[in-house]
């Protein structure tokens, strides 16, 4: 079992910054990536931004790429997403998440096997 806990969230203004932590404990040897996640009211859950617990390769999905930067550290078992130049359509429930399998597509939330229980981010216009 993997468990993990997400810190950060808040409300922002357009254009500022905000950092979300994650921070794994547990089985973390088995885990082989961690991503990012958002879910608004009404819609589906969307891929943000992944990296590999090993390599350390990344990858973002198009809105936020240039503005987010998805981090690891191994020693802490963190990760963490540094959110810059936010717009009010990042306003979203992020979510922490871990998978333990050795393929895996990056944007699957079905792929991956624990979540955090979210973080409230607002960005107001």
């Known amino acids: 079992q993997v468990q993990l806990v997400e810190s950060g969230g808040g409300l922002v203004q357009e254009g500022g910054s905000l950092r979300l932590s994650c921070e794994a404990s547990g089985r973390t040897s088995s885990t082989y990536g961690m991503a990012w996640f958002r879910q608004t009211p009404g819609k589906v859950r969307e891929f943000v931004a992944g990296i590999r617990w090993n390599t350390g390769s990344t990858k973002y999905a198009d809105p936020v790429k240039g503005r987010f930067t998805i981090s690891k550290d191994n020693v802490k078992n963190t990760v963490s997403l540094q959110m810059n130049f936010l717009k009010p359509e990042d306003t979203a429930v992020y979510y922490c998440?871990?998978?333990?399998?050795?393929?895996?597509?990056?944007?699957?939330?079905?792929?991956?096997?624990?979540w955090g229980q979210g973080t409230q981010v607002t960005v107001s216009s």
């Open positions: 998440a871990a998978v333990t399998k050795i393929l895996y597509t990056w944007f699957r939330g079905e792929d991956y096997d624990y």
